[in-house]
């Protein structure tokens, strides 16, 4: 179906003005032509948001731990289902209010460089390599594969966008073309390349002097010329009255709408584009740009579907929303998310235990389930929950909130710590204690302004330590003085200090368990007690300390992640413990004269139990100075295994994989000499020492 030519036909029927009109977020109708009122803004980050009932998947962060592209794919699906769904019943209603459209703004491809940016949990980490192959299986699929998209996915926030948040509207992110092309871009590309996603939107702030929803740079030449986008591109929301409110690259709001639109934003999430008319009356655009930029919106409408009735998903019934299938679905990826971090020997729990306590302020909360840009599940499981549905009914679950998450008391009128002395006292009765620590949306998450403000009480975005809040501190503090065991359940969207909590001895073991989603208790304790083994992985690094992290305003990516950084990780990217252990041999790399090379290796589960592993595969370039400091993933697979399984995973290196990024941001050849290394985590002696083993290697001349 020529959706391009059905676009134009529309658009040529329509006046100026009202040309101009379907450039606003809140396109009203035009009735004339048949054209209902639609709202561009909706969410999806995991799982349809802010429009009432739908799955509430992992955050974004956990989602990558699971280093899943299918997995990744069936949860786009589950959530395009339920966009389709509701979309169906709302607008049988008329009802077409915001976060009730089809154009779903996700997935967020951001690079996550420095663990202190609040929204760092949106992403899918800080390998451009797994951001895009995840962002890929995502947006595939929210936009289905028939002949219509089933919704609109939107990669965001192009491009080099990563924080301060408190600076976002004036900061400008200086980058080396190389970091541009090696670091920032790479999931982008693979998302509008091979995802074929329908939006784009770009960032807030400037990146090198440009402001991002009207760089020429990134839209014009990168975007539109190098990678041929066709679908529509959209601002962040009220982005671009910032062109001449703070960046100060225009004097006026016409001016601002102008270099908005010529430069190939077809979409203003805002009110700048009130102004297009303006715009075009002081002849700072043409009435060609603007239909350009509304035949660009009526295409994406026209390709969802909307304007025809025999469109097949106009009959996904309401009840695919919220269904059993896709909170199964949600669980089951939580527990894929599950990083076990340390485990002196404790893990898996006895689930005939008689006594336990289950302590902390994210135990019984749900705010550290579904994370920022959440909708409203059917049903929420908490940790405690959790435990409570998988023990036996007999057993005694002593609870403590423990400390307040952020504050030094609980009670307003209580003195300092005044859930300590109940948190110890639980742990002595019990004699094991599973302590639940870390943040929620609250205290790490977006800027808090105009249509994203939640509660005028809250502050904070990025982090202002990588440490837990004092309050939390002061609690482990206590229990670990009582020398009980315990396992430390950490629910956070980033990396945080938790070198002290390794080293403690009775600290036994550290479950990452990030924002598991509304019923994600029930994953927890699943992987607690051994009803499944844990197998996510690290999709960021946690350093040791952030002393020698570089300063956060710095954008130059030296220093920065597993691929550049010197120092030695705590817990590196790509690491993460099993109930079982996996042997790999017979590591094969067989040069193609295409420049691929095609990899085999087997993978046996000699361990007790059954297990999913994370095949991960490095690449290090030994001749060029070009290459990065240390090496880069390539390649990936989870493959699951019964005990005492064995199976030979295969993977095919493109051409591209061996290629390094000049000065000049150009990928090209240069060296012979490719160290190809392949196992359960990167090569690095760090991540060596916590395996217990070290991945195959294999020399590849080129």
């Known amino acids: ?63 990558a731990a699971m280093f899943d592209e299918e997995m990744m794919k069936e949860i786009g699906t589950a959530a395009g289902m339920e966009a389709r769904a509701k979309y169906n019943a709302y607008s049988a209603l008329e009802d077409r209010d915001i976060y009730k459209g089809l154009t779903l703004w996700s997935p967020n491809v951001n690079i996550f460089r420095d663990p202190r940016w609040g929204r760092g949990h949106e992403t899918y ?92 740079t990134l839209i014009q030449d990168i975007l539109k010329e190098k990678w041929k986008f066709d679908g529509y591109f959209v601002s962040d929301c009220w982005a671009i009255k910032d062109f001449h409110e703070n960046h100060h ?31 075009y009356e002081q002849g700072l655009v043409t009435e060609e740009e603007i239909t350009e930029a509304a035949v660009h ?45 340390k485990n002196n020997g404790l893990l898996p729990l006895d689930r005939k235990l008689k006594k336990v306590a ?58 300092p710590g005044d859930r300590i002395s109940e948190a110890v006292t639980a742990a002595l009765k019990a004699g094991l204690a599973i302590v639940c620590v870390g943040l929620d949306e609250r205290y790490e998450g977006e800027q808090q302004d105009l249509g994203n403000r939640f509660d005028e009480a809250i502050s904070m975005a990025d982090k202002p330590s990588l440490a837990l809040p004092e309050s939390q501190r002061r609690l482990l503090t206590a229990l670990i003085e009582t020398g009980i065991p315990l396992v430390v359940i950490n629910m956070s969207g980033s990396a945080m200090d938790l070198a002290w909590l390794d080293q403690a001895e009775s600290v036994k073991a550290i479950l990452q368990a990030w924002y ?17 083994s844990p197998s996510g992985r690290l999709p960021v690094t946690f350093y040791r300390s952030e002393e020698k992290i570089p300063p956060y305003e710095d954008y130059s990516m030296k220093n920065r992640t597993y691929r550049y950084m010197k120092e030695e990780a705590l817990y590196p990217f790509g690491f993460g413990l099993s109930y079982t252990s996996f042997r790999y041999r017979d590591l094969e790399c067989v040069p193609a004269g295409d420049g691929s090379v095609s990899i085999s290796v087997k993978v046996r589960n000699e361990g007790s139990a059954d297990g999913e592993e994370v095949v991960q595969v490095y690449i290090k370039n030994l001749d060029s100075f070009l290459a990065v400091r240390n090496h880069s993933l390539c390649a990936f697979a989870r ?16 051409g591209l994989a061996f290629c390094v990024v000049d000065q000049d941001g150009d990928r ?25 083993s070290e991945p195959l290697r294999a020399r590849v001349e080129l």
């Open 1 to 63: 179906m020529d959706f391009e030519k059905r676009a134009r036909e529309l658009v040529g029927q329509m006046t100026l003005e009202e040309k101009a009109s379907q450039l606003r977020f809140d396109s009203p109708a035009v009735k004339r032509l048949g054209i209902p009122r639609y709202h561009w803004w909706n969410e999806s980050l995991h799982g349809v948001a802010r429009a009432g009932t739908a799955t509430m998947f992992p955050q974004a962060i956990g989602m």
């Open 125 to 216: 980490g800080e390998d451009p390599y797994l951001s895009g192959r995840l962002g890929v299986g995502f947006i595939q699929g929210i936009q289905g594969e028939g002949e219509y998209l089933l919704a609109a996915a939107c990669a965001k926030h192009f491009a080099v966008h990563s924080g301060p948040e408190e600076q976002r509207h004036t900061f400008d992110a200086r980058v080396s073309r190389k970091d541009l092309w090696e670091t920032y871009l790479p999931a982008f590309e693979a998302c509008v390349t091979e995802g074929k996603v329908e939006g784009v939107m770009g960032a807030y702030n400037r990146t090198n002097g440009e402001p991002c929803c009207g760089s020429k």
């Open 249 to 279: 690259v225009t004097d006026t709001a016409a001016q601002s709408a102008a270099m908005a639109l010529r430069n190939g934003c077809d979409i203003n999430c805002g009110n700048t584009y009130l102004h297009i008319l303006s715009s």
């Open 297 to 341: 919106a009526v295409r994406t409408r026209m390709r969802l579907g909307l304007f025809d009735k025999d469109c097949p998903y106009n009959q996904i019934p309401y009840e695919t929303v919220g269904c059993k299938k896709h909170r199964e679905l949600a669980i089951h990826a939580a527990e894929k998310s599950m990083v076990l971090l």
């Open 358 to 415: 289950v302590i902390g302020p994210n135990a019984d909360s749900r705010w550290p389930l579904i994370a920022n840009y959440h909708g409203t599940a059917p049903r929420y499981v908490t940790v405690l929950d959790g435990i409570e549905n998988l023990l036996d009914e007999d057993a005694r679950i002593f609870y403590s909130e423990g400390c307040h998450t952020m504050k030094d008391r609980v009670e307003r009128l209580a003195l």
């Open 516 to 532: 598991p989603g509304a019923e994600g208790g029930m994953a927890v304790a699943r992987v607690l007690f051994g009803k499944t």
């Open 639 to 654: 493959v699951s295994l019964a005990k005492g399984q064995e199976r030979e995973v295969s993977f095919c290196l493109p």
């Open 668 to 692: 090209r050849l240069d060296g012979h000499r490719y160290d190809i290394y392949a196992g359960g985590s990167q090569p690095d002696g760090r991540s060596c020492l916590l395996m217990g």
